[in-house]
Nanobody, 123 residues
Framework: QPVEFGGGSVQAGGSLRLTCAASGYTYNTYLMGWIRQAPGKEREGVAAIYTDSGRTVYADSVQGRFTISQDVAKKTLYLQMISLKPEDTAMYYC??????????????????WGQGTQVTVSS
């Protein structure tokens, strides 16, 4: 399964870079994404990238602050986060799928998940 790292605790306004290594995924990936879940809340897709085209999709809540990128050869996914806010506090999961989907920010679109990395933003 994918392995995420790079989470941590930062103050509001700070930055973090998450990395996801999915080298153990043997299928051709169609889409890779970052999905987060805060305590007591539903999973929320924050960013996704189509492997072949590199096209990116962002949730409105992170547009302009988060940047998703990939190294296709290494099957590695990144999420650069700047101007972090307390409401960004959540467990962040890396996920991927080989299936086509019209809903890149829906958690149900993904079938291969990592264990998650915690991001905590204090005010």
């Amino acid at each position: 399964q994918p392995v995420e790292f790079g989470g941590g605790s930062v103050q509001a306004g700070g930055s973090l870079r998450l990395t996801c290594a999915a080298s153990g995924y043997t299928y051709n990936t169609y889409l890779m994404g970052w999905i987060r879940q805060a305590p007591g809340k539903e999973r929320e897709g924050v960013a996704a990238i189509y492997t072949d085209s590199g096209r990116t999709v962002y949730a409105d809540s992170v547009q302009g602050r988060f940047t998703i990128s990939q190294d296709v050869a290494k099957k590695t996914l990144y999420l650069q986060m700047i101007s972090l806010k307390p409401e960004d506090t959540a467990m962040y999961y890396c996920a991927t799928t080989w299936k086509s989907t019209s809903y890149p920010l829906k958690a149900a679109s993904y079938n291969y998940w990592g264990q998650g990395t915690q991001v905590t933003v204090s005010s």
